[in-house]
């Protein structure tokens, strides 16, 4: 048994030094991010920002009715859908269309970006938004950092979009206007 454990154990530790050995060498020592050399580590992320909102933007619920739903496009919604709408490690999270209000503080709705007075319209008014690098892989850091974003902020994401058989929308965006207001 006690060789059993130390296998484990010698397991655990050589999957820690992996991981912490794992860093690229690019990325600046947290001494110069301390000094103030941090725009370096940052110019990455606003690749992703646009800085004004897209004018073909439509709302989720028209993206997934047109033919567009299966190529470029711009969609405009509010950041939500469920309770946790972030997707843990990745640049990933559902909006939810215009059209649809989400909770209001007098109907008791501790989290109202999760439209827990509106499920019924969900389904066709929600889509998956992944943020992807120019390799078209999903960028791995939490949405709320890399855009600034949280819960039921407005965005219009502009990507490639895909339906699945069940008509659930994905879009691979690789740009974001997320709006001041």
């Known amino acids: 048994m006690s060789k059993f454990m130390n296998a484990w154990g010698l397991l655990a ?8 050995c794992s860093q690229p060498s690019s990325e600046p020592s947290s001494q110069a991010s301390a000094t103030g050399a941090a725009d ?12 004004e909102k897209p004018a073909d933007a439509q ?13 470029e496009v711009a969609v405009e919604g509010l950041i939500g859908g469920s309770e946790e709408p972030f997707v843990e490690g990745v640049a990933a999270f559902t909006i939810v269309d215009l059209a649809i209000p989400p ?23 929600s889509a998956l938004v992944k943020i992807v690098g120019a390799d078209g892989k999903p960028v791995s850091k939490d949405a709320r ?8 902020s407005k965005v219009v994401v502009r990507g490639k979009a895909k339906q699945d058989e069940q008509g659930n929308l994905t879009v691979m965006a690789d740009k974001v206007y997320v709006a001041k207001d």
């Open 40 to 51: 370096a580590a940052e110019a990455p992320e606003n690749a992703y920002l646009l800085t």
């Open 103 to 125: 909770c209001s503080a007098d109907e008791g709705c501790p989290t109202p970006w999760d439209y827990c007075c509106n499920t019924d319209q969900l389904k066709d008014n």
């Open 145 to 152: 950092e890399l855009l600034g974003v949280k819960e039921l």
């Open 13 to 20: 530790l050589i999957a820690g030094l992996a991981a912490g």
């Open 59 to 71: 709302g989720v619920a028209a993206a997934r009715k047109s033919d567009a739903g299966e190529g």
